[in-house]
């Protein structure tokens, strides 16, 4: 599979994906071109082979969010503004929902746009040098790719509105115990350990994670009827796979890796 994008680059090891942001010159900044090909990426991903993907940059910083040098120079209207948000949307929720678990590793400045960016990964690691932020309010700008959902559920609303407004800054342990990743990795590159997560999840069954990745964030927005619905559907379908019928008979007959705290 041929991968021909300026600003990612794309590396295969066995059956994952590791996708590079490759602007560290302007820190992974998001201009309107980086945003149509991370949607162009993500939907030829989703008609692959690929079984997992790991969200990687060059450079010190993971995306340092919206390009503002490119948004002050285009003097864009209101209109074309927005609709540069829904290419933003587009594209986040071609990598959400493509079907496969996406493993960001993260360093640097994962900020503002770059968190909305990393947020829809399924599954972020911070290592040591990875801060995460929204500025919006010193910018005097709001966020248009997706914080308002994808962020405000992983801290919660007050907590998303408390670093708009103040620029607080998380990293480390407390950017894990409220919510922005899910681990940190004690050292100086988080991605080996994303590789790792991602190479796990690779072994799943493509049905299951792709009842996974995409199942939960849907039903999330579902009424909780339709939600119960919704999950028993996904369930019949995922649970009586052929991948399932096999793996439980390891199950049953006691072959299968056991559950253990260590």
Not at 99 to 112: D, S
Request: charged share 25%.
């Amino acid at each position: 599979m041929q991968f021909e994008y300026s600003k990612i680059t794309v590396q295969l090891e066995d059956n994952v994906a590791i996708a590079t942001l490759n602007r560290a010159a302007k820190r992974n900044a998001l201009d309107e071109d980086f945003i149509i090909q991370i949607e162009a990426l993500f939907r030829q991903i989703s008609d692959s082979e690929i079984k997992a993907v790991v969200l990687a940059a060059n450079g010190k910083d993971f995306c340092a969010g919206l390009d503002l040098i490119e948004h002050h120079r285009q003097d864009r209207s209101a209109e074309e503004f927005m609709l540069v948000c829904r290419k933003w949307h587009k594209a986040f929720e071609a990598m959400q929902y493509s079907g496969v678990p996406v493993v960001a590793a993260l360093k640097g400045a994962v900020v503002g746009g770059g968190l909305e960016l990393a947020a829809a990964a399924h599954i972020r690691i911070a290592d040591n040098s990875t801060y995460f932020a929204l500025p919006e309010g010193q910018r005097g700008i709001f966020t248009g790719g997706g914080a308002t959902v994808r962020v405000a559920r992983l801290v919660g609303e007050s907590r998303m509105m408390d670093m708009m407004l103040t620029g607080r800054i998380y990293k480390r342990q407390e950017a894990v115990d409220v919510g922005l990743c899910q681990y940190f990795d004690d050292s100086e590159d988080s991605l080996p350990k994303a590789l790792e997560i991602a190479k796990k999840a690779a072994e799943n069954p493509p049905l299951s994670n792709f009842a996974i990745t995409s199942g939960i964030s849907h039903i999330a927005n579902m009424p909780s009827t339709d939600a119960f619905f919704a999950e028993a559907f996904i369930a019949g379908i995922t649970n009586t796979q052929e991948a399932s019928k096999a793996r439980l008979a390891a199950f049953a007959n006691k072959s299968a890796p056991k559950i253990k705290s260590s």
